[in-house]
């Protein structure tokens, strides 16, 4: 997350060639390794509130989930 605001999950990877696959060049078409639409977008921050939720009840609560 994006410390001063929050608002930023960033994923990666150390693989150089990444880029290639996720936006594609000339010769060759995109084959998406990740795919971020709206929906994902909401359904992450879905399921981060609910573990927040669970984990400000208690760690108990949090580990047992």
């Given amino acids: 997350?994006?410390?001063s605001?929050?608002?930023q999950l960033?994923?990666?990877?150390?693989i150089s060639y990444a880029k290639f696959h996720q936006y594609?060049?000339?010769k060759m078409p995109k084959r998406q390794?990740?795919?971020v639409d709206q929906?994902?977008?909401?359904?992450?921050?879905?399921e981060m509130?609910?573990?927040l939720e669970i984990a400000m009840k208690g760690r108990k609560?949090?580990?047992?989930r």
């Fill in 1 to 3: 997350f994006n410390k």
């Fill in 5 to 7: 605001k929050g608002t």
């Fill in 10 to 14: 960033i994923l990666g990877t150390r």
């Fill in 24 to 26: 594609g060049t000339k």
């Fill in 33 to 35: 390794f990740f795919k």
């Fill in 39 to 46: 929906g994902f977008t909401d359904g992450v921050a879905n």
């Fill in 49 to 51: 509130r609910k573990d």
């Fill in 61 to 64: 609560t949090w580990l047992a």
